[in-house]
Nanobody, 124 residues
Framework: VQLQASGGGLVQAGESLRLSCAASGRTFSSIGMGWFRQAPGKERELVAAISRSGGRTYYVDSVKGRFTIFRDTAKNTVYLQMNSLKSEDTAVYYC??????????????????WGQGTLVTVSS
């Protein structure tokens, strides 16, 4: 599976940004997807995940109500809509894919494929 992430940039606090991750190399509906982020000096954390069907999602507490993960099967793409951005959301964001049979995968080590990072910088 190849993953191509895009959409990062510099925004002001309170603004919105949408990240995209295009997948190829495997039937899109057979892979679960996730968005991770890593801030300087911090460990990589799972921000949001979505099941293969798109029917189940997971969000880390710090982004609940602000971020939305969704997928478009026709475009083989998963998105992360980020609203009301805060300075603490500043990080390199990575999309990842897993081929596990479970609904939503929240364990980093179970993700099999990774895209390149895209930098999100939120100025306060």
């Amino acid at each position: 599976v190849q993953l191509q992430a895009s959409g990062g940039g510099l925004v002001q606090a309170g603004e919105s940004l949408r990240l995209s991750c295009a997948a190829s190399g495997r039937t899109f509906s057979s892979i679960g997807m996730g968005w991770f982020r890593q801030a300087p000096g911090k460990e990589r954390e799972l921000v949001a995940a979505i099941s293969r069907s798109g029917g189940r999602t997971y969000y880390v507490d710090s982004v609940k109500g602000r971020f939305t993960i969704f997928r478009d099967t026709a475009k083989n793409t998963v998105y992360l809509q980020m609203n009301s951005l805060k300075s603490e959301d500043t990080a390199v964001y990575y999309c990842a894919a897993n081929i596990r049979p479970w609904n939503v995968v929240v364990t980093t080590t179970f993700y099999d494929y990774w895209g390149q990072g895209t930098l999100v910088t939120v100025s306060s």
